[in-house]
Antibody, heavy 122, light 107 residues
């Protein structure tokens, strides 16, 4: 049974930094791409970033390029998101999500974590 | 980016009703479409991928259809646990994009 547990959310001032983590269990972490998807308060879902199963490729939505960095440690089954230069519009619940397809850049999701709230406010 | 338009944005229905939600893509996406359910304050749950394939453990009252630009999610007999918001998402064209959601409420 797939388990994804996020942590690291909190309140941060505009321009500040935060690092989110996602601990994975119940599947071979190193065989699947991973994503971060966010949801602003009262809004819908927005894909943020993806990292390939082996960490050799990553991609970002335009609004976070140059500010957010996704990474993974396959030896520790952990996904991370370093968020720098945070803005008010980054306020959201951040979910980590497992890609559907084995060793593929599929951009669809089959399992989600419970989310961690990031609030950017002065 | 591919725009995903869902309708209706909300609906009221009773237990046992048949419910249909539509999703239209701004350009053809073959069958690279998923449906996601989200209950209030909870994590999303993936229901369907490739437009019509149910994820493991999803009840058979859920079904999906469509190809190209027009898709539907049908719940054949609405159950109390199905009251939630449903999102479609395309993954044919980068970046992956979601619809705005359809909230299914109790009548």
């Amino acid at each position: 049974q797939v388990q994804l547990v996020e942590s690291g959310g909190g309140v941060v001032q505009p321009g500040g930094s935060l690092r989110l983590s996602c601990e994975a269990a119940g599947f071979i972490f190193s065989d699947y791409g991973m994503h971060w998807v966010r949801q602003a308060p009262g809004e819908g879902l927005e894909w943020v970033t993806f990292i390939r199963y082996d960490g050799t490729f990553e991609d970002y939505t335009d609004s976070v390029k140059g500010r957010f960095t996704i990474s993974r440690d396959n030896s520790k089954n952990t996904l991370s998101l370093q968020m720098d230069g945070l803005r008010a519009e980054d306020t959201a619940v951040y979910f980590c999500a497992k890609d559907l397809e084995w060793k593929s850049d599929g951009f669809s999701f089959d399992s989600w974590g419970q989310g961690t709230l990031v609030t950017v406010s002065s | 980016d591919v725009q995903m338009t869902q309708s209706p944005s909300s609906l009221s229905a009773s237990v046992g009703d048949r419910v249909t939600i539509t999703c239209r893509a701004s350009q053809g996406i073959k069958n690279y479409l998923t449906w996601v359910q989200q209950k209030a304050g909870k994590a999303p749950k993936s229901l369907i991928y490739t437009a019509s394939t149910l994820h493991s453990g999803v009840p058979s009252r859920f079904s999906g259809s469509g190809s190209g630009t027009d898709f539907t999610l049908t719940i054949s007999s609405l159950q109390p646990e199905d009251f939630a918001t449903y999102y479609c998402q395309q993954y044919n064209t980068y970046p992956p994009t979601f619809g705005a959601g359809t909230k299914v409420e109790i009548k």
